[in-house]
């Protein structure tokens, strides 16, 4: 499994992003997806992760419930991180993976098995 991460780039307080992260075959139907993201010395963060199948259940981190959606096309093979409102504090690298771990467990990164290679995200004051 491979995945692409793609949409990083630099944007004011306040505007949007869209990120997606991209793979072959039905890696998103039998693996539940997750964006991570990592500050400068600081360990990788959950940001949010969809459920895998047709499922569209989702589950964010409080910092961002309301101003992030994660959302998929299986047609697609994509996934999409959808970032408006964006603050200074959302600055880093962002990073889709994958998992087969209990959905109980989606939001701690030791659990996945498949990284993308990551994205920046800037966001200016």
């Known amino acids: 499994v491979q995945l692409q991460a793609s949409g990083g780039g630099l944007v004011q307080a306040g505007g949007s992003l869209r990120l997606s992260c991209t793979t072959s075959g039905r890696t998103f139907y039998n693996f539940h997806t997750g964006w991570f993201r990592q500050f400068p010395g600081k360990e990788r963060e959950f940001v949010a992760a969809?459920?895998?199948?047709?499922?569209?259940?989702?589950r964010y981190a409080d910092s961002v419930k309301g101003r992030f959606t994660i959302s998929k096309d299986n047609a697609k093979n994509t996934v999409y991180l959808r970032m408006d409102n964006l603050k200074p504090e959302d600055t880093g690298v962002h990073y889709c993976?994958?998992?087969?771990?209990?959905?109980?467990?989606?939001?701690?990164?030791?659990?996945?098995?498949?990284w993308g290679q990551g994205t920046l995200v800037t966001v200016s004051s």
């Open positions: 993976a994958v998992t087969q771990i209990l959905w109980s467990y989606v939001d701690e990164s030791r659990r996945y098995t498949t």
């Open positions: 969809i459920r895998r199948d047709n499922s569209q259940v989702t």
